[in-house]
């Protein structure tokens, strides 16, 4: 029998910080997704080495707007799964 995976919230959003990282930096996100490091846990796989995007004082708006989308997400999967 095959066992089958879920990515965790936290696994979720770390693949959603790559992808905005390598948006803003206008750069290939398959490195950082194979560099991941993934641990199969009772919430789902995690990323033990999620990516870090450091803002600029001037982007600091657009990072909290960006924190609360991802929350936002974050509430409406927990909501729709039944957790």
Same mark, same amino acid.
Request: aromatic fraction near 4%.
């Given at each position: 029998?095959?066992?089958?995976?879920?990515?965790?919230?936290?696994?979720?959003?770390?693949? %959603? %910080?790559?992808?905005?990282? &390598?948006?803003?930096?206008?750069?290939?996100?398959?490195?950082?997704?194979?560099?991941?490091?993934?641990?199969?846990?009772?919430?789902?796989?995690?990323?033990? #080495?999620?990516?870090?995007?450091?803002?600029?004082?001037?982007?600091?708006?657009?990072? #909290?707007?960006?924190?609360?989308?991802? &929350?936002?997400?974050?509430?409406?999967?927990?909501?729709?799964?039944?957790?």
């Amino acid at each position: 029998m095959k066992k089958t995976y879920q990515l965790s919230d936290q696994a979720l959003g770390a693949v %959603m %910080m790559a992808l905005q990282r &390598s948006l803003m930096e206008q750069s290939d996100i398959v490195p950082v997704l194979k560099s991941f490091v993934i641990e199969d846990t009772e919430q789902g796989l995690i990323i033990k #080495n999620p990516p870090i995007i450091k803002l600029d004082d001037e982007e600091e708006e657009e990072d #909290n707007k960006a924190k609360e989308w991802v &929350s936002e997400l974050l509430a409406d999967a927990d909501r729709n799964s039944g957790a």
